[in-house]
């Protein structure tokens, strides 16, 4: 059984149908649940630039904080209130999951996904898929 359960949001349907199986597991087993959203403009490379300002900043903050809330909401709703919420940041999204579950010492990761197709995800490809191929736990995919 997991101990420390990490699910990534983003805001997105399925990272909202994958939230809601996380707290169905972290109820049922007793395990610490955190939602984690991965940035993928990082605040140095913000700050080499000259087209990143204050607003667009704020913007971006403004959007993580949202996506987190998602995951956040569909927890307090479903009765849970011990859990936790981090922002990652990375240029992959997959590599920023799996390297942080590792780091943190997560023994399962929940995610969504949304390729619902063979064909897709051999020409788009998916984050979902780089996380099961690189992940050292369990990974649970929600479709």
């Not at 699910?7 to 349907?13: E, K, Q, Y």
């Not at 490379?45 to 993580?64: C, G």
């Not at 940041?89 to 999951?97: K, L, M």
Request: with cysteine.
């Amino acid at each position: 059984m997991p101990r420390k359960i990490l699910c990534a949001v983003d805001g997105s349907h399925a990272s909202d149908r994958a939230a809601a199986c996380a707290v169905e597991l972290a109820k049922a087993t007793g395990a610490k649940l955190t939602f984690v959203h991965v940035n993928t403009v990082p605040p140095d490379r913000i700050a080499k630039t000259w087209f990143w300002d204050e607003t667009l900043i704020s913007a971006v903050n403004a959007q993580i904080k949202e996506q987190l809330a998602h995951g956040q909401k569909i927890a307090t709703s479903q009765g849970l209130t011990d859990f936790g919420s981090v922002v990652v940041t990375g240029n992959r999204v997959s590599s920023a999951i799996a390297s942080y579950a590792k780091e943190k010492e997560f023994d399962h990761i929940v995610m969504g996904t949304g390729v619902t197709n063979e064909l897709e995800r051999l020409f788009l490809g998916s984050v979902a898929t780089e996380v099961v191929s690189t992940a050292h736990c369990p990974v649970t995919i929600v479709r």
